[in-house]
């Protein structure tokens, strides 16, 4: 919960105000029924219609500025806890987009947009109520005992017997709540996630008819939540009922001990109006406290949620103390060795190496390499070799476990993450169209001038479809670039990697979707206008790479043959078998 008073404190001042609103507003509150017993004992037996009349308007004026002062407080708590609430949201999204690798693999997508949503709004709906019923609840609790024991201690014993053991077991079955919301927002990142697989893979969908499997297993998880959800609110809710039957006993108690004090001429008929209204604000006051208990175990788990992203160390720090550059090429793999996930949590809470003993398969086996700056290098090979994964080291989206990686004779951990980054210009297998217009998409945030634009999307045969729109480069993409065609989104995204002319240009698998007339011209116009960048591709078409100064051919892991392309035709007979049948030479 220490994230929740770390952000509002930042607003203290502006909150000690709500309370104090708050606190005058049900203090007058408490008042009312003070005055109504005042009224009916003493006023009324005077007869005197004026002075009824002068403390019924005074009753009304009374009301009038509880509501107001409750109002005001109200909205101040509002407008405190949406501006907490912005922040946190600011924070966590800026957390979770410099998160390194490992940290997106641990914590995982789905669980990080269920985070941002239904646990903000959890905190937020705390830090709301925590300003105002928490202030409320108490008065009305301890405000009504004090002043019921100066109209009538004996009726008084009747309340001083109850809200004990009603706190206590508000309590008891608060504190049995919090582990269940824990797993409501656990269940919770598993329908976010089905969810959002479904919405990005639909076209996959309902292609392959799997809509009523996909239902199916939507409905699982969707039920494995609720029943979750169920079962905390049963546990929170029990409070409730047994709330409202003590109280009522309570009031049965009163009346009849009343009825019997009036009898005596012990107490008077507007005492126990007064004590009816009291009783009836107390038992406000511990519903007040259940309902702020319920949402304390709800903001709990979030607020846990949330730490556990915030307080994520920095993932890829960078480091001073490393060796030299093993030579002057502008990249270089020397002797890398990587595994996704390679460090696992010990029983003790300790990390063990994933290569101890060889028990975990390495991603990357001992990976060595050089390219001259302006060089080209072409990456190929089968489904899950470790093509990408060079490129996941390359930009430092991960750092390898053994090894090093170098960019212009640095190792790439000593660069801060932007100044490395901005060394490329990149392409990825799965790469995002935003729903923005073509120009904005194009230059994503980066000074790049209008000229500059056009002359990549004319490099990229990008510009052959923007033109075909009556708004050119403000035409609007879809979301994921719906609109359109696969090709298309191909060169825009191409387009976009050269507009900044990087140093190293990067292109992972990025003209699957261009038939071989277009991604020959596209790379005969990457090699003429962009022969001082470094290019890397990474392809599963040999006549991609096959003009390319050197190219390695991976499997599982391993280089199995580097070298141009008639020096693998020769030494490399899985690199032979690719050719001939992609060239139809078999």
Same mark, same amino acid.
């Given at each position: 919960m220490k994230i929740i008073w770390s952000y509002m404190k930042k607003h203290i001042w502006a909150i000690i105000l709500v309370i104090l609103v708050k606190f005058a507003a049900t203090a007058l509150e408490l008042l009312l029924p003070y005055i109504l017993e005042y009224?009916?004992?003493?006023?009324?037996?005077?007869?005197?219609?004026?002075l009824i009349l002068l403390w019924g308007a005074a009753m009304i004026v009374l009301a009038i500025v509880v509501r107001f002062l409750s109002v005001g407080a109200n909205r101040g708590s509002v407008k405190i806890a949406r501006k907490c609430i912005y922040q946190v949201r600011q924070d966590l999204f800026t957390k979770s987009i410099n998160l390194s690798g490992d940290q997106l693999d641990e914590v995982g997508l789905p669980s990080l947009i269920s985070r941002m949503t239904s646990d903000s709004y959890n905190l937020q709906s705390f830090m709301q109520i925590t300003q105002t019923i928490a202030i409320r609840a108490p008065i009305l609790l301890f405000g009504g005992i004090f002043i019921t024991l100066s109209m009538d201690v004996g009726l008084a014993l009747v309340l001083i017997i109850l809200a004990p053991i009603l706190l206590i077991a508000v309590v008891i079955i608060s504190r049995k709540g919090i582990p269940l919301y824990d797993i409501v927002q656990t269940k919770l990142d598993n329908v976010v996630r089905i969810m959002r697989e479904n919405i990005t893979g639909i076209r996959v969908v309902k292609a392959l008819s799997k809509e009523n499997y996909e239902k199916r297993r939507f409905t699982e998880a969707n039920e494995q939540m609720?029943?979750?959800?169920?079962?905390?609110?049963?546990?929170?809710?029990?409070?409730?009922?047994?709330?409202?039957?003590?109280?009522?006993?309570?009031?049965?108690?009163?009346?009849?001990?009343?009825?019997y004090r009036v009898n005596k001429g012990v107490t008077q008929p507007g005492v126990i109006l007064a004590f009816l209204s009291y009783f009836q604000m107390i038992l406000m006051g511990v519903l007040i406290l259940n309902r702020f208990f319920l949402n304390m175990s709800k903001a709990n788990a979030s607020a846990n949620r949330i730490e556990g992203v915030m307080?994520?160390?920095?993932?890829?720090?960078?480091?001073?103390?490393?060796?030299?550059?093993?030579g002057d090429e502008y990249i270089? /793999?020397?002797?890398?060795?990587?595994?996704?996930?390679? !460090?696992? &949590?010990?029983? =003790? #809470?300790?990390?063990?190496?994933?290569?101890?003993?060889?028990k975990r398969e390495k991603t990357l086996n001992n990976i060595d390499f050089r390219v001259k700056r302006g060089g080209s290098?072409?990456?190929?090979?089968?489904?899950?070799?470790?093509?990408?994964?060079?490129?996941?080291?390359?930009?430092?989206?991960?750092?390898?476990?053994?090894?090093?990686?170098?960019?212009?004779?640095?190792?790439?951990?000593?660069?801060?993450?932007?100044?490395?980054?901005?060394?490329?210009?990149?392409?990825?297998?799965?790469?995002?169209?935003?729903?923005?217009?073509?120009?904005?998409?194009?230059?994503?945030?980066?000074?790049?001038?209008?000229?500059?634009?056009?002359?990549?999307?004319?490099?990229?045969?990008?510009?052959? /479809?923007?033109?075909?729109?009556?708004?050119?480069?403000? !035409?609007? &993409?879809?979301? =994921? #670039?719906?609109?359109?065609?696969?090709?298309?989104?191909?060169?825009l995204l191409i387009a976009r990697a050269l507009a900044a002319k990087p140093e190293v240009l990067i292109l992972d698998d990025s003209s699957s979707a261009l038939d071989y007339r277009t991604d020959a011209q596209l790379r005969r116009n990457i090699r003429e206008n962009y022969s001082e960048s470094t290019l890397v591709v990474i392809a599963q078409r040999v006549s991609s790479i096959m003009s390319l100064d050197q190219i390695i051919m991976m499997d599982e892991g391993r280089i199995i043959g580097m070298g141009t392309h008639e020096e693998l035709m020769a030494s490399t007979p899985q690199y032979r078998e690719i050719y001939e049948t992609q060239m139809g030479e078999v």
């Open positions: 009224m009916i004992d003493d006023i009324a037996p005077q007869k005197d219609v004026k609720s029943k979750s959800e169920i079962k905390a609110s049963v546990v929170m809710s029990l409070p409730g009922p047994v709330i409202s039957l003590a109280m009522n006993i309570g009031l049965t108690l009163v009346v009849l001990f009343g009825a307080n994520q160390a920095e993932g890829l720090a960078v480091i001073s103390d490393v060796p030299k550059a093993p270089i /793999f020397d002797n890398v060795s990587f595994s996704y996930n390679a !460090h696992e &949590a010990s029983p =003790h #809470g300790k990390k063990l190496d994933a290569f101890a003993g060889g290098l072409g990456i190929i090979g089968a489904t899950g070799s470790g093509k990408t994964t060079i490129v996941n080291l390359l930009m430092r989206f991960y750092d390898p476990q053994e090894g090093h990686v170098y960019i212009d004779g640095r190792d790439v951990r000593t660069y801060g993450l932007d100044e490395l980054r901005r060394h490329f210009g990149v392409v990825f297998q799965s790469d995002a169209i935003f729903a923005d217009s073509i120009s904005e998409n194009l230059s994503f945030g980066r000074e790049v001038s209008v000229e500059r634009m056009e002359e990549a999307s004319s490099h990229a045969m990008a510009s052959e /479809f923007i033109g075909d729109y009556d708004d050119n480069y403000q !035409h609007q &993409a879809a979301i =994921h #670039g719906a609109n359109f065609s696969g090709g298309q989104k191909q060169r």
